[in-house]
Nanobody, 122 residues
Framework: VQLVESGGGSAQAGGSLTLSCAFS????????MAWFRQAPGKEREGVAS???????NYADSVKGRFTISKDSAKNTLYLQMNNLKPEDTAMYYC??????????????????WGQGTQVTVS
């Protein structure tokens, strides 16, 4: 399984960025994919997750600002981030699990990880 993130960068507060995660060797059907982030000096936290049935969950800190979506034809997961805040600054990771997730995917439940992409908001 390979997960490759892209789309990170710098943005001003109030701006937008879209992260992409191209995946291969992973069967998304019946399973769960997610975005996590880790800020300097902090633990990695779940941001958003989605299932092949379209169930989505978000951390309270990003609800109403971030949207997780997927393009099954392109084997790509996205995270649209709007109204960015300086506290969104972190390394963002794409993750995939070999299980279904009714709630926000936990770090411990993720089986596969991408290498991360940096997001900096000033």
């Amino acid at each position: 399984v390979q997960l490759v993130e892209s789309g990170g960068g710098s943005a001003q507060a109030g701006g937008s960025l879209t992260l992409s995660c191209a995946f291969s060797g992973y069967t998304y059907s019946g399973h769960c994919m997610a975005w996590f982030r880790q800020a300097p000096g902090k633990e990695r936290e779940g941001v958003a997750s989605t299932t092949s049935d379209g169930i989505t969950n978000y951390a309270d800190s990003v609800k109403g600002r971030f949207t997780i979506s997927k393009d099954s034809a392109k084997n790509t997961l996205y995270l649209q981030m709007n109204n960015l805040k300086p506290e969104d600054t972190a390394m963002y990771y794409c993750a995939a699990a070999a299980l279904f997730c009714w709630r926000l995917l936990s770090e411990r439940a993720a089986d596969y990880w991408g290498q991360g992409t940096q997001v900096t908001v000033s």
